[in-house]
Each structure stands twice: as structure tokens, then as C-alpha cells.
């Protein structure tokens, strides 16, 4: 498979904030990292291990106080983000208005725009009114009008930052499934969560811990570890415990069944692989 092209790349970015006393925090040290076309990135680590720095810097809306961040292209448009509050993205009263600020809704005529709106909220599988008052929307709902926004401008990359963590479980799956959409059709996906279940997105899991990349790799490695095979071994540190995270059910179950002396098919991430490891093979 040829190697897909990097579409940016961070090169030993770090992050100093000034607090209100004036004194410098260093918050991220040498974090490198591409971003490949086609990736669908997750992005984990405790509380204040610098994951929402990398979506302020992926947005461009944190300077680096030393090392780079190079897109490879050199358009307006190639970062869109959406954040873990839906209202605080918004900038209208309405569905139409938070369109209408839009770049590409300058340049469409009135009539035009009515089809517009109707592609752009489809996208991410919104049929709601554009009259609609944001705020008498549901959580799930404004967080679809918000990446509907993002992608309305196609950006190259899309960052989303607990995107999630507000929403129920009906809505959670809403989200993960516009988002699926869009990445289907190209859109590369930075997607930060504390959900690690979302993890079985991905095609790459970046572990951040104390502002540094601690694991850059596959999840089920970073959930199971290098050797996968032997996780009945309780002794055995995976780049998951080791940021002091606790694995997703899935994967707890399986390590369970794997100590009770099951042998299973596959080292599962999702519900589906789970059935399909646990299929004909316990004692
Ligand atoms: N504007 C700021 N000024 C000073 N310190 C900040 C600022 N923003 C973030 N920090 C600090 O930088 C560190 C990393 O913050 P960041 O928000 O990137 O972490 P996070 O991994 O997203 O955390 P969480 O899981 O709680 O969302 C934290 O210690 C935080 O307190
Ligand atoms: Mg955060």
C-alpha cells in the first residue's frame, strides 16, 4: 500500500502559557507528530495531559512557543474544529444564520441557498427546519449543526475535541456516525476523547500523558500492548495502564475471559469483535 500523503506535521512543538501572574507553564514538550490523509486519529490521555493544546494548536488558535507545525497545504480552510460544548460554538440565532456565516453561503444567491442548507445538514443526517431556533435544539442535534458548519467549508482536517462528552448515548452514537460519514468520503479525523470505547474508531490512537506523546499506534495495541496474546498475565502493562487510564468494557471483559483460561479469536475493541472472539471458544 503506498504510503499516504502527511498533511501536517508537528515537529518538536512545545507549549508555554503565561498564567496571570505572568509566569511561563510549560504545558507540552516536543510533541511530534504527522497527520496522514485518511487517518482517523483518537486522541487519549488523563485530564491536563495538553489534549485540548493540540486541538488549539491544530486550529491554529495557540502559538508554539518553540519547534513547528507545518500544513502541507497552504489553504484557509484546512483545520475546522468542533469542541465539547455545542453552544459556545455558536455564532447565529438560527440554523439559516450559523449557515449563513459560513464563507461559501457569501457567494450563493437567496434561492440558492435554500438547497444549500438542505445538502449541508445532510450530510451529517440533520432534517431539522432551518427556521429553528438553535437553542430549542437537542445536544446531539447542535453538536450536528456545529460539524455540519466544520464540514461545510471541506476542510482537509477535522478536529474534534470531546465532541461527545456532553451527549447521551442516542446522541453519542448520532455524532460518531456523522462523523464516520465524513471520513468516509476523505475527511481525516483528530478526535479527542475521555470515551475509550471511541477509540474503536480509529486507526491510529495518540496517548498523551504530562504533555508528551506517550504511544503513537494502533489501538489495539495501545489496549492490549506488543504482545497481545498473553493478557491473562494481570502483571502485564499496556501504554493504556500505564497513563493510568482503565480500558473500555470490551476490553476488560476479554481480559477477564482470557484469565479464566478462554482462548479467544482475536483480541477484541469493539462489541462486534467481542462476540465474534468469544464465538465457540470458552471451556
Ligand atoms: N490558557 C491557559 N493558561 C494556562 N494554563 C492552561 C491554559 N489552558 C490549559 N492550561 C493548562 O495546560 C495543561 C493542559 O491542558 P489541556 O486543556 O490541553 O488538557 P486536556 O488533556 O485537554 O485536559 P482535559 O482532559 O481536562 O480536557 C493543563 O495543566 C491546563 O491547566
Ligand atoms: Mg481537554
Redesign the pocket.
Known amino acids: 500500500m503506498s504510503k499516504k500523503e502527511i498533511l501536517g506535521s508537528l515537529q518538536r512543538a512545545s507549549v508555554i502559557?503565561r498564567?496571570e501572574s505572568g509566569e511561563g507553564?510549560r504545558?507540552w514538550t516536543d510533541v511530534s507528530m504527522d497527520i496522514h490523509e485518511g487517518e482517523w486519529i483518537v486522541v487519549i490521555?488523563p485530564?491536563?495531559?495538553?489534549?485540548?493544546?493540540l486541538a488549539s494548536v491544530l486550529l491554529g488558535l495557540c502559538p508554539l512557543s518553540s519547534g513547528q507545525l507545518i500544513y502541507k497545504q497552504d489553504e484557509q480552510w484546512i483545520t475546522r474544529g468542533v469542541l465539547q460544548i455545542p453552544d459556545a460554538q455558536f455564532v447565529g440565532d438560527t440554523v439559516q444564520e450559523e449557515l449563513d456565516y459560513l464563507p461559501n453561503a457569501q457567494d450563493l444567491t437567496i434561492e440558492a441557498r435554500a438547497e444549500w442548507y438542505r445538502e449541508t445538514l445532510s450530510v451529517v443526517g440533520l432534517s431539522v427546519p432551518v427556521e429553528r431556533a438553535l437553542h430549542t435544539l437537542s445536544g446531539g442535534q447542535k453538536q450536528l449543526v456545529n460539524i455540519a458548519a466544520a464540514l461545510a467549508v471541506h476542510p482537509a482536517i477535522l478536529v474534534l475535541d470531546e465532541p461527545t462528552a456532553m451527549l447521551d448515548p442516542a446522541a453519542r452514537k448520532e455524532v460518531r456516525q456523522a462523523v464516520r460519514e465524513a471520513h468516509k468520503r476523505g475527511t481525516t479525523i483528530v478526535w479527542i476523547t475521555?470515551r475509550l470505547e471511541e477509540a474503536a474508531d480509529a486507526t491510529r490512537v495518540l496517548g498523551?500523558g504530562d504533555g508528551r506523546v506517550t504511544f503513537d499506534g494502533e489501538p489495539r495495541v495501545f489496549f492490549y500492548g506488543d504482545e497481545g496474546g498473553d493478557r491473562g498475565d494481570l502483571s502485564v502493562m499496556t501504554p493504556c495502564n500505564e497513563l493510568g487510564l482503565d480500558p473500555p468494557f470490551v476490553v476488560k471483559t476479554a481480559i477477564g475471559l482470557l484469565q479464566q483460561g478462554c482462548q479467544l479469536r482475536l483480541l477484541p475493541i469493539d462489541m462486534e469483535e467481542l462476540a465474534e472472539a468469544v464465538s465457540g471458544s470458552c471451556p
Open positions: 502559557y498564567t507553564r504545558v490521555g485530564n491536563g495531559s495538553g489534549k485540548s493544546t475521555h498523551f
